[in-house]
């Protein structure tokens, strides 16, 4: 009887091993709208890094499918929402690349400046990013001028622009303040030249008289005053550089000679 089972045994022993080697039955992979909605689910609850791991997944099972860009847009999202911005601009600029004519385009080129407008620092800081977001925002309206986010980003390029017209105006104070006029002149100009719609204007023309002034250049001074009366809106700046000319024209009238 003994060497009976034990034969049976040997001749079930393969099938037995066969059953242990086979571990848990792989997990199926939804199909790819369930697989969206799940991601989706937890995108809109504010799971962002759930739903970045199921959107991940998705584009990577599914990556011809037709909700494929509009995974790619979402991933991006939560990335943004989760205020990861740095990743953020890297998934949009695959969503412009890999989709071209998606219909997230328009909302992938915008949130890409997005992007780096939530990360431009403070205007006394490296502003490589306020650069990146003007132009990103300037391509944006290049390509939907009248578009949904025109609007929005117009205001954003006036914002970052006076960030640097008032980075440049402090630079020229502080050059200043210490008494080198010329260089103070180069960051006034540099402003005046590239930021001459901004606030920070008027008063770097006002300042550029001043500097002259303390040069002693008294008829530069006379037309930086000038300008700043007559090129920009009544301010306070205005009634600073009529009170500098008065002076100028007391102190040195002959300059004033050619006017009549």
Not at 98 to 125: D, N
Request: charged fraction near 25%; aromatic fraction near 14%.
């Amino acid at each position: 009887m003994f060497p009976a089972i034990r034969n049976w045994l040997i001749l079930l022993l393969p099938f037995f091993l066969l059953l242990g080697c086979g571990g848990k039955p792989e997990k199926e992979v939804p199909d790819v709208r369930t697989q969206f909605k799940i991601a989706m689910e937890k995108y809109n609850r504010g799971q962002y890094l759930d739903a970045q791991e199921e959107l991940q997944r998705l584009i990577f099972n599914y990556p011809g499918e037709s909700l494929a860009d509009t995974a790619q847009y979402y991933l991006a999202m939560s990335y943004y929402k989760d205020k990861e911005y740095a990743l953020a601009a890297g998934e949009f600029q695959r969503l412009l690349s890999a989709f071209p004519a998606s219909e997230f385009t328009e909302a992938g080129h915008y949130r890409l400046a997005m992007t780096h407008y939530e990360r431009s620092p403070k205007y006394s800081l490296d502003q490589s990013s306020t650069y990146e977001a003007i132009e990103q925002f300037a391509l944006y309206l290049d390509a939907f001028g009248e578009g949904e986010f025109a609007d929005s980003s117009r205001v954003k390029l006036g914002e970052l622009r006076s960030k640097l017209a008032r980075k440049a105006y402090r630079s020229g104070i502080i050059y200043m303040k210490v008494g080198d006029y010329v260089a103070a002149i180069v960051y006034f100009d540099h402003l005046l030249q590239e930021f001459s719609g901004t606030d920070w204007a008027q008063s770097a023309q006002y300042q550029k008289g001043e500097c002259y002034r303390k040069q002693k250049s008294w008829e530069q001074a006379k037309s930086a005053y000038m300008e700043a009366i007559n090129g920009y809106s009544r301010s306070e700046h205005t009634r600073k550089a009529e009170e500098r000319l008065s002076e100028l024209k007391l102190e040195h009238p002959e300059i004033f000679t050619s006017e009549g």
